[in-house]
Antibody, heavy 119, light 109 residues
Framework: QVQLVQSGAEVKKPGASVKVSCKASGYTFTGYYMHWVRQAPGQGLEWMGWINPNSGVTNYAQKFQGWVTMTRDTSITTVYMALTRLRSDDTAVYYC????????????WGQGTMVTVSS | SYVLTQPPSVSVAPGQTARITCGGNNIGSKSVHWYQQKPGQAPVVVVYDDSDRPSGIPERFSGSNSGNTATLTISRVEAGDEADYYCQVWDNNSDHPGVFGTGTKVTVL
């Protein structure tokens, strides 16, 4: 079945960087746009951007431009989200989520990766 | 950027109907998706493109969208429907095109 499996929890210090992975299986890797969505503790969902796994083209929310990078490795059907210059308010669960086209619903989600930023 | 406003909470008795609104400027011109999120779990889409249901989602979940308000309706509410619900749209004219609503906690009394 269609499945997204993310890497494990991370604890980082302020100013550090983090890279979260999301491995896809059960479908054609290039058939889904991959989005990243984060959720701070007790807060709502925040869309960060997407990557087209076929072309590598990305589109980031303006808020994250310059400090988020989304990449993919088609040989291992994995997408990555890297965030630099971490701050305490970046503490959140980060989800990858797939959609069949850019504006389609996110109909497959990873299990989430908790990133904690603390000194 | 585009803003979607939801009531923070909705309470409903079992068997009754819950209606969750999602307000946005001319939201009726956009396609609205709705997600259910239970504690500790990833969201699940329950309605997409205003009123379509993914396979496996009960018919009790329905959606509508017109003017400045989209609505998710849960009929014959069950205890298992207790969760957070988020609306979501794409606003291609925004610097933040993927927009989620503020979220609504549905409590089953």
């Amino acid at each position: 079945q269609v499945q997204l499996v993310q890497s494990g929890a991370e604890v980082k210090k302020p100013g550090a960087s983090v890279k979260v992975s999301c491995k896809a299986s059960g479908y054609t890797f290039t058939g889904y746009y991959m989005h990243w969505v984060r959720q701070a503790p007790g807060q709502g969902l925040e869309w960060m951007g997407w990557i087209n796994p076929n072309s590598g083209v990305t589109n980031y929310a303006q808020k994250f431009q310059g400090w988020v990078t989304m990449t993919r490795d088609t040989s291992i059907t994995t997408v990555y989200m890297a965030l630099t210059r971490l701050r305490s308010d970046d503490t959140a669960v980060y989800y990858c989520a797939g959609s069949t086209r850019i504006a389609a619903p996110f109909d497959v989600w990873g299990q989430g990766t908790m990133v904690t930023v603390s000194s | 950027s585009y803003v979607l406003t939801q009531p923070p909470s909705v309470s409903v008795a079992p068997g009754q109907t819950a209606r969750i609104t999602c307000g946005g400027n001319n939201i009726g011109s956009k396609s609205v998706h709705w997600y259910q999120q239970k504690p500790g779990q990833a969201p699940v889409v329950v309605v997409y493109d205003d009123s379509d249901r993914p396979s496996g989602i009960p018919e009790r979940f329905s959606g509508s969208n017109s003017g400045n308000t989209a609505t998710l309706t849960i009929s014959r509410v069950e205890a298992g429907d207790e969760a957070d619900y988020y609306c979501q749209v794409w606003d291609n004219n925004s610097d933040h095109p993927g927009v989620f609503g503020t979220g609504t906690k549905v409590t089953v009394l």
